[in-house]
């Protein structure tokens, strides 16, 4: 597999993990340093140019980030490795979403296509701009009201007995669904385009 221009691990990918980490550790109420989630994100932009040397399709390439993500701030931040697990995958799948949601609006007012986005580095962080933009605009109005989706780390000690490991499981599972389409829908855009599978992968924004 072809590997990644070095400037997209540091341009996009890092910044994808730190919006990925501070907006769904924030959602659940995990309280995190942002100079450590710094390093985690930076530490990530290595590991993401690594995996991506890898001769994996892109679900499992996803999923290792996710898991690496996971390892590495319950490492460097001090947050228990299930709840690390949660958060980067609400993180992931939000900015999944977005990422759609902005390459769709693209699509519909421009000629270009998947193959253009998947195969210019320069398009792709131009495309980032917006995705940027929309995570920290959403993590900034979210942090300011105090908006949670789920509270992981209670105050109160009794309330934390009632967070039980198999609730944990349960959010888990919920946001695998959504990620998972999400992984699907990529699958079918790269597998219907005219460029061979291994040149198009480094270029692929999802992390």
Not at 1 to 11: E, K, S, T
Not at 42 to 54: D, E, F, Q, S
Not at 124 to 144: Q, S
Request: glycine share 4%.
């Amino acid at each position: 597999m072809q590997p990644m221009a070095w400037y997209l691990g540091l341009f996009i990918s890092a910044p994808q993990v730190l919006m990925m980490i501070l907006l769904g550790f924030s959602l659940f109420n995990l309280k995190i340093d942002l100079h450590k989630a710094f390093a985690v994100a930076l530490l990530m932009g290595v590991i993401c140019y690594i995996i991506r040397l890898l001769p994996v399709p892109l679900p499992i390439n996803t999923m290792l980030i996710i898991v690496c993500v996971a390892i590495l701030t319950w490492l460097i931040c001090g947050i228990e490795l299930i709840n690390s697990l949660v958060a980067s995958l609400l993180g992931l799948t939000l900015y999944g979403i977005t990422e759609n949601l902005v390459l769709q609006t693209f699509f519909i007012l421009t000629k270009c296509t998947v193959s253009d986005v998947l195969t210019n580095s320069f398009l792709n962080l131009i495309l980032f701009i917006p995705i940027l933009i929309i995570l920290l605009c959403t993590y900034l109005l979210c942090n300011k009201s105090g908006f949670i989706v789920y509270d992981l780390e209670p105050e109160d000690k009794y309330d934390e007995l009632s967070v039980e490991n198999t609730d944990k499981l349960v959010i888990i599972t919920i946001l695998l669904q959504p990620l998972i389409l999400l992984l699907i829908n990529n699958q079918l855009l790269i597998s219907e385009n005219v460029i061979p599978f291994k040149k198009i992968l480094p270029y692929i924004n999802l992390v």
